[in-house]
């Protein structure tokens, strides 16, 4: 659509309504911070452009032609048009200032993020925070293609393009329900663990393929899901050691429903990072959620 040149600019339709309005020159200029010449001129252009007089100079000011009424009519109509759309860009604007996703993986997921939004919502109240749980590869994948503003992953691999920092450190133990063999011995041989299936995460969890990386197992999974709660339960119900957070079954072993099994040899320590998409600047809300990660360091 070509706009016709019957069509004023926006800042000289509000100022001709402002003197439909106020009735002087001189009133609508204090309103816009215009000398009353200025107004004169804006209102004298925009006639110009409509082709028509909108306005009968009077010695006691200024009053609509007969024509002049319709052209104020559609004047505010446009200015309106004008407001909303102003209105809805800003909100927009808002929206997208204060808004953030974040994609975690499980563990950082269940024991830290939490935490922090409670956080970012205390000290940020106007940003709406999202989580998306998922594992790390999955992770990964939806900070680069800019579906999350912000990722944590506990896995040891880390795909090219993405910023990384450490927010935590965690280390991973085997554990069985107390009624399985090895609860009952000092420990077992980083052989033994390797040729015994174990209820895993699934394929791309961190967890799993940091412990693949040390153990290198040769038996494959007994059974593998994606939840924690479900593999803990599956430790217990299915007699089948698994790899866990030690934060995820830090209180099952305090309360005796888990055993620790040490590994001769083997300790399995790693890092929680947050990562981002090195394209994207990292800042405001996916910026102040990092302070917080790593200010609450453990």
Known sequence: MTLS???????ALDVMVSVA???SMSAAGREHGLSQQAVSARVRAAERDIGLRVFARTNTGVGLTPEGGAVLEWAE???NAAQEFATGVDSLLRED???LTIASSMTIAEHLV???IVLMRTRHPGVRTQMRLMNSAEAAQHVLDGRADIGFVEGPDIPSGVGIRVVATDELVIVTGPDHPWASTASVTVEELASTALVQREPGSGTRTTFENIVHPTEPPLLELESVTAIKSAVVTAG????LSSLAVEGDIRDGRLVRIEVDGVS???QLRAIWNQQEQLRGPSRDFLDIAVSRRT
């Open 5 to 11: 040149p019957r069509v004023p600019d926006l800042a």
């Open 21 to 23: 309005r106020l009735g």
């Open 77 to 79: 109509n446009v200015l």
């Open 97 to 99: 200032i204060a808004h």
């Open 114 to 116: 939490p935490g922090w």
């Open 240 to 243: 089948a050691p698994s790899v």
């Open 268 to 270: 399995m320590p790693r």
